[in-house]
Nanobody, 113 residues
Framework: QVQLVESGGGLVQAEGSLRLSCAASGFIFRINVMAWYRQAPGKQRELVASIGSGGATNYADSVKGRFTISRDNGKNTVYLQMNNLKPEDTAVYYC???????WGQGTQVTVSS
């Protein structure tokens, strides 16, 4: 059974940092593309960043230079390091195994101005 469990969200002031973690189980983690998405109130869920099995990364323009996605295949975990956070980063952040699609339950990130 595929499980994705996010952690690390919380309340932070603008310009602060958070690191999200997503612990995966139930599938062969190292061969899968993983991603972080977010959904703000009243908005569609959007891709934040993705990382391939070989470590290639892709970022939304809005987070380039501030966020870093990484993975530890030995721990079956994908991370999202978020620096210089802005109020517009406030959202529920979701971990996703890209194919076949599986989602975590989400973790709330709130950035105060």
């Amino acid at each position: 059974q595929v499980q994705l469990v996010e952690s690390g969200g919380g309340l932070v002031q603008a310009e602060g940092s958070l690191r999200l973690s997503c612990a995966a189980s139930g599938f062969i983690f190292r061969i899968n593309v993983m991603a972080w998405y977010r959904q703000a109130p009243g908005k569609q869920r959007e891709l934040v960043a993705s990382i391939g099995s070989g470590g290639a990364t892709n970022y939304a323009d809005s987070v380039k230079g501030r966020f870093t996605i990484s993975r530890d295949n030995g721990k079956n975990t994908v991370y999202l390091q978020m620096n210089n956070l802005k109020p517009e980063d406030t959202a529920v952040y979701y971990c996703k195994r890209v194919t076949p699609a599986s989602w975590g339950q989400g973790t709330q990130v709130t950035v105060s101005s």
